[in-house]
């Protein structure tokens, strides 16, 4: 059952703030990034291990300051055989000099997936709800 993993992709790179994810069941979640035009190299953010909460939802948010255009979400394991990444929210700005990567809001969420909470240049905050 275990690793589960998902991919987060940009549109360009983001300086990003805050990664908050919603979770059940999760044990060990491990974050990397990646600058690149493609998902190929990734490097290891944070790697955390979730409290058994039950039937209730782990909530963690992490303030980081780095640099990245796809995120990588490696479930390692779970408390249980059943576990699911519900939410995902990253907070972020556009990087110097790229083309507005988190410009185009709900359009940009309908075509990626994602579900763009604001429709900002210079700051947006992205959501991937019920990830599983």
Do not use: W
């Amino acid at each position: 059952m275990f690793p589960q993993e998902f991919v987060l992709a940009l549109r360009t790179n983001v300086n990003i703030s805050k990664i908050t994810t919603l979770s059940l069941n999760v044990k060990k979640l491990c974050v990397e990034k990646c600058e690149s035009d493609k998902p190929d190299s990734f490097e290891k953010l944070f790697e955390v291990e979730l409290a058994n909460r039950g039937d209730r939802l782990q909530t963690e948010v992490h303030q980081v300051n780095i640099r990245a255009k796809y995120l990588r979400f490696i479930m390692l394991s779970g408390h249980g055989e059943f576990a699911s990444m519900n939410r995902v929210s990253v907070v972020g700005e556009s990087a110097a000099g790229e083309d507005g990567g988190l410009e185009g809001g709900e359009e940009e969420g309908a075509r990626t997936g994602l579900k763009g909470t604001g429709n900002s240049f210079n700051r947006a905050a992205y959501i991937a709800d019920d990830l599983k």
